[in-house]
């Protein structure tokens, strides 16, 4: 069976609209075969950890991580944001800023 995610990280809540101070359980790994954006680089949000001094934040995200997502390695420190923004994943996609081959799309704001 294949994992859903590569890896783990536990950081700061950040995001395209989004930064808080809540510790955050993230899953990295790869857009599935299915997608538009298959095989690039994708961070998904998990679970969140808004309550309690940082330390009880982190070991409830890490235990949290452990629980729900059992054989997946756990970055185990608050990293620095691995958050990219939606304009890089999704460059070089038709429709996107005067794609060669396509163009923009009508009506829509990029």
Avoid: C, Q
């Amino acid at each position: 069976m294949k994992k859903e995610f590569d890896y783990l990280s536990i950081e700061y809540g950040r995001g395209e609209t989004y930064a808080n101070a809540n510790i955050v359980v993230y899953g990295h790994g790869s857009y599935p075969r299915h997608s538009v954006l298959a095989g690039r680089s994708r961070r998904v949000y998990l679970e969140a950890f808004p309550d309690g001094s940082e330390a009880e934040k982190l070991a409830a995200a890490k235990a949290w991580a452990k629980e729900n997502y059992p054989g997946v390695e756990v970055d185990e420190e608050i990293n620095a944001s691995s958050h990219v923004p939606i304009a890089d994943v999704t460059a070089g996609l038709p429709g996107r800023d005067g794609h060669p081959e396509y163009g923009p799309v009508d009506g829509l704001d990029y």
